[in-house]
């Protein structure tokens, strides 16, 4: 069984920055994809960023060129480099990981975690 334990939400003001950190026990996640989703009140949990085992990255289009999906293999660790937040980027942040690629379906990843808040100010 694999643990996923997310960190490193918070309130920000619109315009700044986050780094969530995700980090996984239990059994290596070297040959799974991982990734992040969101989930708004009142909204679907959505697709946000994943990178897959072999290092390539996929990303929500509202997202790109503003948030950096990478993982650290050593430290069995993933992160999501928030920047240029905007108030619609509040949501519950979730880090999950799989062995069906970057799918944008929830329901395609095996593992998630309890989720951090991220809450942007305007």
């Known amino acids: 069984q694999v643990q996923l334990v997310e960190s490193g939400g918070g309130v920000v003001q619109a315009g700044g920055s986050l780094r969530l950190s995700c980090v996984a026990s239990?059994?290596?996640?070297?040959?799974?994809?991982v990734g992040w989703f969101r989930q708004a009140p009142g909204k679907d949990r959505e697709f946000v960023a994943a990178i897959s085992w072999s290092g390539d990255t996929y990303y929500e289009d509202s997202v790109k060129g503003r948030f950096i999906v990478s993982r650290d293999n050593t430290n069995h660790a993933l992160f999501l480099q928030m920047n240029d937040l905007a108030p619609e980027d509040t949501a519950v942040y979730y880090c999950t990981a799989g062995t069906r690629g970057a799918s944008v379906l929830p329901s395609d990843w095996l593992y998630w975690g309890q989720g951090t808040q991220v809450t942007v100010s305007s």
């Open positions: 239990g059994r290596t996640l070297n040959d799974h994809d």
